[in-house]
């Protein structure tokens, strides 16, 4: 298998359920059944029963969806492939709002776990700061590094709520369960819509996609397994807490476990019930920061947020910088320490973006049959829209504030979206500092690039190969990160492409216009026609050039076409044994052929183009602290190639050529660029 750039792929299935479950299992049991007990009483056992199954209708649109298109954003990547960019980038913003109060609200669970039951003067917001430093220099290091922690908290946690909720059965009351439903049968819906924060843990796992091992299988059977996990658990423990007591005794307690958890087993149980919500807390707290910051940053990669938040660490490759922002943000909504508004916030922002995903199952169906669909939801149409329906029939019910606190947050991301040059019209005519200043955040992250490959054979997968491959050589001097999409006829080689690249296939003939425009060609960024044969090549480069593709390349051996292609503006390569080395040098630097190999890597050229804001502009080679092994070997100004000297002044816009060694031509590049 390829070694893709990016994200790490090492994330085994029971990894996986590890994410759901430890999101899951956070404010379900810990700190929500009190809320419950206080509106609807006894009858919260039926609404948890009820907000699970409606939402295994969303369970399977998410295996579907997460099988096929197993790339990080989670329901925002799908929304993303199949929906208009504004609803796309909407979508992805209420996931990001839903994760990011769903992690505040966990570290408030924490922190007033820690002083009811440890320092009863300890300041809540401390506790907060606290734990969001920690768990964000956790997720730092990587989702696997962050997930040896959470499957240790979450067996320890699962292991006391089935013994609670086993040893718990046997001593239940009936008396304390009537009247069953107190306060009627009106509560109920707004209680499910209240609770639905409980059962997002499977979306998480498609979050992070990009780092499951054989996504195609583990995905769906993560999500099922999940789900089922956690609605039994649910059933059970509100059976047992509205059982063992008085449902008017469960409503006055912030910790409603660790309360009933005490009343069943003395010290032993208050003890064991601690230590369950602390690691359930914990769990789910880093679960959800590192869910978030791969939310803000699949919106950063695709350009509808400040294209920096895309950045990936260079040496753990994870989202940092993203993951930094939403550390902030959770720190300071935590700080309010209020359950029920975090809670009923969450669910707003997750009810209505999964909504959208389970409608997006019905689109990918509509715009992208040949899709190929490793896990397929039975009784289409009827899962996705009935998901859809459990989803929006709720968002109405939920609280006054929670809707103000949404739509607040939601209009943040409004501006942010509308900035963007690439979302709203006469973003160039801003004044000229700021154009700078974009410029050079720019500059700093690598952009991403879609990268459709028609033709899964040899040559495509030799292709593919080079462009996700993960070598230092290639990461330090590749200008952008790929996303690949193939389209490939044959049933056999797709399941090898499946198998070997985890990423999206469509099959069928990539000649024909119906295919490639199911790829959405829009998004694309450049086109590769590899197929074996160069008449197809001819007809796939020319469709995808009418369809709009800007970078078309075709691989063709017979000279004949080589013209042809060439006058419609494909790039045309046309030696069979360098084609796979010149299309990934073609991709990164189009205008010069700017990284070549000497005597087997001992020595290298590299190009850059100097920025208006270089240090070195101005200034003379002489003048320019340049590394000991590295020399300016040619300076390209306005098509005219100049012989560097001394005394040559170096202008912005110049293509200045280096060679050396690796690591002394790479220096050069950031002194250049200002990025040292």
Known sequence: M????????DVTLFMAVMIGIGAMMGPGVFALPSEVAQTVGPLGIVAYLLMGGLTLFTALSYSELGAAIPIAGGGYSFVSRTLPDPVAFLTGWF???????????????????????FFPNLSVILVVVLTTLVFTASNYRGQAEALKAITVMNIVELVILVGVGVLGFLQVEPANLEPFAPMGLGPLLPTMAFIYISYVGFDLITVAAEEIIEPAKNIPRAILITLGVGVAIYVLLLYVMMGVVNYTDLAQTSTPFIYVADVLFGPWGRWAGVLATIMASLSAFSVTLGASSRVLFALGRDGY???????????????????????GVVALLGASGIVRLLASASSFGYLIAIGVVNYAVIALHQKMPALRRPYKILFYPAIPVLGIIACWLFVPLLEVQSLLLGGGLTAVGAVLYLIQPDNRAGFSALPAVVHRLRLRIKAYWRPHMNVLIVGGGSQGSNIADRLLKQDEFRMVFRSSEYQITFIEHDSTRCAMLESRYNVPIFQGDGTKQDILEQVEPHKMDVAIAATSNDERNAIIALQAKRLGIERVIAIARDPDYVSLLEDSGVVCISAPYATAAMVENYLDRPQVADLFEIETGVASLMDTVVPDDSPVHGLAVREIDMPEQCVVAAVIRDETFVVPRGETVIQAGDHVVFVGPNEDIQAAHDIFRGET
């Open 95 to 117: 996931f990001w709002i839903g994760n990011t109060l769903a992690c505040s609200l966990y570290a408030v669970i924490f922190a007033l776990t820690i002083k009811n039951y």
């Open 305 to 327: 947020v400040p294209g920096v938040l895309a950045r990936l660490h260079p040496t753990h490759n994870t989202p940092h910088i993203a993951l930094f922002v939403c550390a």
């Open 2 to 9: 390829a070694e893709q750039a990016g994200f790490t792929r």
